[in-house]
């Protein structure tokens, strides 16, 4: 084997293939048409390409068990034995359909709860820990695979889930168990699988800590610490790359450097100051693994810039003791730009997917290596495309620029205060007490499916299905009122998705066709591109919300996707700051909302779903983050009369954490959810005060069942315990587009019933 001067590395590549094979093969097992033999094949198959693909492309430290059928933290999970007693395992070799029980779930048992994996678009399945839990080796995945790419000519560094980030991404099934104080335990199973590898003829071995840019307690340093002293000490021939990625070390930085491994990986994207710290603080033996191209998007690299940061720290360090990689695994982007064929060639010009960043990848190498003279043809092309965007008028638009400027304070802010708005909303909108409405979306049936399939293809004329559409419009409007919902809404059915469906309406995004990303399992995403400045060339929603209200005197509520979720599902352009492209939306859905309003729309929704997971990873750097997004919000929102009511809705709800930035959006009604948490979540607003009005979902949307009008009024019972009766409005958990008729339509009128009965009471009481 060499020894690189210098070696590239991606630290993990998209498990989903090219054209999302894994996806079809999953789901046609599942589906009982492909056996397991044949899902393992195509498995087999695309890890074989992946390796081989890595290696035509000059990638030098491959990675191997990156790839799974789902999810690595379940791999780790059923690696370690951590598989709960609900799914029957019997000790032995854990067969795959208890690995997708513990996934999916199935009809005996339920799946483990899904996350976000840090501050990604990517789930991961919740370790489960029992108080008495044990672990062992039952499974031997990451051995399996370095093998079979041994046998292929591929000598590769195995990936695995570091045991401190495993556990503290874990939950204890007993409360006050804190999942870290099991590592004594867990630290011995990875030991013996170290040792496994070693045999195997494993050298290098890439373990992943990404906790280490959290903040930490004192007690979760000190199990890092222990667990590599440990490691190190079992099985010292094997060397450990401990990469951490998402962040910045900060005050891990000690921790970090302090650690018995032969490499540490840092993330130099996002955050870039740090490179010095880390270079300095390393042992002269140590290997620094440079996380210089970001692994989180997909603007083509600034080589350049790139060399003329780490040039000195390898001159400093020595060639030999240097790595360059991504910033985190490539999972997070899509495969191959070359595949693209929705976007121009222009546009692709400024791009780089998972292939592309490992020529980029390859380039850094051999600039390093052997001088940027050797990598002229690359960094020149790369400098070029470059220059070209920085210089496009597609990019820039001056109307734009002019207009975020002029932005003052007073934009974003209603006129008066709630109180007072209020008493005029009240006045003008006549709503009774425990007044009803929906989130927003009503079921995307397969006929609404397959008639925008066929518009899309062309096989269905505009004007069929602007009238196909209208139809449905109006026979969810007509069966609202005839249920005695007070606020309607249209039903969405117009729409694909809520960030697609504005994104295609707005100046400065782009859509692709295969630039597909997981999300969970064989779930994958399409973020659009955010590329240019945006704005909106013409009314979006206008025409569909005057139609709709045309057809009632009831309220009818427009119904828009927030800034802050329109930035957080994309993929935003890297040369602007985030808060400044979300202002951009803000004007733009700013000019939707005032249009609305001219409309005749009394009531709008402004969904912000992902507001609270951009929160930044440190507790620090939140304020900030929640200054900006609120202020987006504002901006997008206060445009409008006193009576023209603005609603929010969010579909989480641990707001804990920030319902005073919740509460500085001053939405005159947020709807959230909340009725499988049997309303506990309400308490941040009940501690908090919360003044403005507020939905607690009573009907769980995420379950097909449909429920009781006991089961709605002992949670609307609850929500009058925790707040104000007038503040309180009835609702589902969230939109209702993948239910289906035949559950929404006994859900909504049950739910009618409930309101009815506590307005009478409330009534009678007066
Ligand atoms: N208005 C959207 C809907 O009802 C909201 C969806 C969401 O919050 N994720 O579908
Ligand atoms: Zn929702």
Known sequence: MSTYSIATATLGTPRIGPRRELKFALESYWAGKLSEADLQETAVELRAKNWERQKARGIDRIPSNDFTFYDHVLDTAVMVGAIPEAYGWDGGAVPLSTYFAMARGNEQVPALEM???????????????????TFRLASAKPVDEFKEAKALGHHTRP??????????????MDGGLDPIALIDRLVPVYAELLGRLAEAGADWVQIDEPCLVLDLDEGTRQAIRATYQALAKAVPSLKIMLTTYFGALGDNLETALSLPVAGLHVDLVRAPDQLDAVAKGLRPGQVLSLGAIDGRNIWRADLVHILDRVEPVVAQRGKARIEIAPSCSLLHVPVDLDQEDALDEELKSWLAFSLQKMDELAALGKALRSGRLSAAPEIE???????????????????????????????????????????????????????????????????????????????????????????????????????GIDVLVHGEFERNDMVQYFGEKLAGYAFTKHAWVQSYGSRCVRPPVIFGDVSRPEPMTVEWARFAQSLTDRPMKGMLTGPVTMLQWSFVRDDMDRSDVCRQIALALRDEVTDLEQAGIRIIQVDEPALREGLPLRRADWPTYLDWTVECFRLSTSGVADTTQIHTHMCYAEFNDIIEAIGAMDADVISIETS??????????????YPNEIGPGIYDIHSPRVPTVADMRELLAKATDRLDTAQIW???????????????????????????????SAEAAE
């Open 115 to 133: 996350t976000k994996w840090f501050d990604t678009n990517y789930h991961y399945m919740v370790p489960e820990f029992s108080p008495d839990q």
């Open 159 to 172: 990936v695995l889930l570091g045991p401190v980030t495993f556990l503290a991404l874990g939950k204890s």
């Open 676 to 689: 499988r948490s049997k309303m506990e979540l309400l308490e941040a607003f009940t501690a908090y005060a």
């Open 730 to 760: 009835v609702n589902p958990d969230c939109g209702l587009k993948t239910r289906k008729w035949e559950e929404v339509r006994p859900a909504l009128e049950k739910m009618v019933e409930t309101a009815r009965a506590f307005r009478a």
């Open 381 to 483: 092309a790369a400098a070029k495309a470059l220059e070209a965007r920085a210089a496009s008028p597609r990019v820039h638009d001056r109307a734009v620029a002019a207009r975020a400027a002029a932005v003052t304070p007073d934009m974003a802010r209603r006129a008066r205060p709630f109180a007072e708005r209020r008493k005029k909303q009240q006045a003008s909108l006549g709503l009774p007490s425990f007044p009803t409405t929906t989130i927003g979306s009503f079921p995307q049936t397969t006929e609404v499916r397959k008639a925008r399939a066929a518009n899309n293809r062309g096989e269905l004329a505009e004007t069929e299905y602007v009238a196909f559409l209208r139809k449905e419009t109006e026979s969810a409007i007509r069966w609202q009122e005839e249920i």
